[in-house]
């Protein structure tokens, strides 16, 4: 298995990290990144990406949240959004985990690695639980979470996105992620 090196973003990741935003050309670049905006300084960006994992300067709102990128050779593959507590709205449509992988890179086992690596960070907060949200016709990400023990607790209909959500937990405490 080709193992992923998953960390956060470094001032020395810029090209990578513009590589890997290109990838995603016509499609919603929020698989890529959330923060990062057209003209925004690489320098500004890392730091941004510190102090949200930090929780500095978060607003009520949002909450701490820790962005890894998975690089394979030098490029990244794919990313691992991970929301380090829930509020009001995450508790329905996003939950704790988000990833996405390029989709050149599919099928090779990098989303898994990044969702696990999720897990972990989650379960090294002292967290016992972890919510995954996700469409039912999503069948990578529905293949991902019931094949990591994920449970459903119900599906609800998200306004915002038209959209209907499943909401899954998994339990920490009785996997392999503590
Ligand atoms: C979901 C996603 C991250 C999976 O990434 P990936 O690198 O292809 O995943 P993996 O290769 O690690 O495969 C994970 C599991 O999903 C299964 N899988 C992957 N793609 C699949 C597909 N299109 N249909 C059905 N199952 C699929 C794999 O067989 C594997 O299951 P297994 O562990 O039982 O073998 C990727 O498809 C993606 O980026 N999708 C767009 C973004 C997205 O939808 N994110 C999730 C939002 S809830």
Redo the contacts with the bound molecule.
């Keep these: 298995m080709e193992l992923l090196e998953i960390r956060q973003l470094t001032l020395h990741d810029e090209s990578a990290f513009l590589a890997g935003l290109k990838e995603w050309e016509g499609e919603d670049t929020s698989?890529h990144t959330f923060t990062w905006k057209e003209g925004m300084p690489f320098g500004e960006h890392v730091v941004r990406l510190e102090n949200d994992a930090l929780g500095i300067g978060v607003k009520a709102g949002p909450v701490p949240h820790t962005m890894l990128y998975g690089f394979l050779d030098g490029q990244i593959v794919?990313r691992c959004s991970i929301r380090q507590e829930l509020n009001e709205r995450l508790l329905t449509n996003g939950g704790n985990i988000?990833?996405?992988?390029t989709p050149r890179?599919?099928?090779?086992?990098?989303?898994?690695q990044l969702f696990k690596t999720g897990l972990s960070y989650i379960s090294e907060l002292g967290r016992k639980k972890v919510l995954l949200?996700?469409?039912p016709s999503?069948?990578?990400?529905v293949?991902?979470i019931e094949?990591n023990g994920g449970v459903m607790e119900n599906e609800v209909f998200v306004e915002e996105d038209g959209e209907i959500l499943r909401r899954y937990w998994i339990d920490l405490k009785s996997s392999s992620y503590h």
């Design positions: 698989w794919g988000g990833y996405a992988v890179f599919r099928k090779r086992g990098f989303g898994s949200t996700c469409a999503n069948t990578a990400s293949a991902m094949g």
